[in-house]
């Protein structure tokens, strides 16, 4: 396996204050990485460290080159691509105009094959291709946001809490298209859940935050049966 993306004693920034302490993480090519943690602890701002959204110290390098010394448009054009908390969807644009806003940094002549395969993935898009995204249920316009978010090919996919605000069973359809993604586009996740049983489910290795560090990484399998973790995020 190697190593995709990898953060050294990364500390993050809004202004003065400091919200991460020195994070350590590794996601190799095609891995699910899931990361949890309670509010506050500085989940949202670690996606937004290797997107460039927020003031770093310390090393982020991806596909073996730094990025810490980068911008946002950069790191898309490099392999990264994010679907942010609340899905970011163009609300007023159409379901097809979403998608294709995706692809706009791509060169090559496969958008149209990648815009036929997602509605092929989310056929329910694909009926309501002229429709505007805002009139999609919560459901739908999160497959809209991933679709959108793949569009630029990327290597890695940063998703930040993609269950949020949806039907438990909407919930399990997205992870086992999710996974099906993972197997088929052969893209690396890094995955921040509150549904932690469903996410460990998909994951292979896990990292769990407190207060803007690492409290706990591992095997999935094995942050499945730590006591803290399972008291804490898995009910039992
Ligand atoms: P949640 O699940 O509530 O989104 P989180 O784990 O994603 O939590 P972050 O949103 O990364 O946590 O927040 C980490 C810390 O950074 C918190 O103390 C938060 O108050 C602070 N913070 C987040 N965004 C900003 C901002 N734009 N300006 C200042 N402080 C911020």
Redesign the pocket.
Known sequence: MTTLLELEDVHAF??D?E?LHGIDLTVDDGEVVVVL??????????L?SICRLVRTDGSISFDGKEIGNRNTYDVIRRGVSMVP?GRGTLVDLSVDDNIRAGGYVRRDKGVEDDVRYWYEVFPRLGQRRSTSAGSLSGGEQQMLAIARALMSRPKLLLL??PSLGLAPIVVRQLFDVLAKICAEREVAMVV?E?NAALALGMAQRGYV?EA?TVAVTGAADRLRDDETVRRAYLGY
């Open positions: 809004y202004g204050v919200c943690g309670a509010n506050g602890a500085g989940k949202t701002t670690l937004r908390q930040d809490e921040v509150q935050l803007g």
